[in-house]
């Protein structure tokens, strides 16, 4: 796909609302978790190890069917996240008691 196909493409999905977030993991490693929220209400988590953004927000959009191509990522750490991506698995989130301490607009 070109880089034109490829951005208009990304301008058709409507996502109403997107919020990431960096959060200490209990190894005290870094990550990005980033919350998509559709238009018909339907939210959707993704994240990221290597700190990129896009990667997290695509992830999310891709669970909500706002994106067709699942994201392919690079495991860096064994994370139990990235081993449920990885196998096609539903994420632990709860594998980071973090995660349930976040707080997420609107």
Request: hydrophobic share 45%; charged share 15%; net charge neutral.
């Amino acid at each position: 796909m070109t880089a034109a196909a490829n951005a208009s493409k990304i301008r058709s999905i409507k996502p109403s609302y997107i919020h990431t977030q960096s959060v200490r993991l209990a190894s005290g490693h870094e990550a990005l978790v980033t919350r998509v929220l559709a238009e018909d209400g339907r939210s959707a988590f993704g994240f990221s190890l290597q700190l990129d953004a896009t990667e997290a927000r695509h992830m999310a959009m891709y669970q909500l069917g706002l994106c067709t191509e699942r994201p392919h990522i690079t495991p860096v750490m064994a994370h139990p996240w990235e081993t449920a991506w990885v196998a096609s698995e539903p994420i632990p989130w709860a594998a980071e008691p973090i995660f349930s301490s976040l707080k997420w607009l609107p």
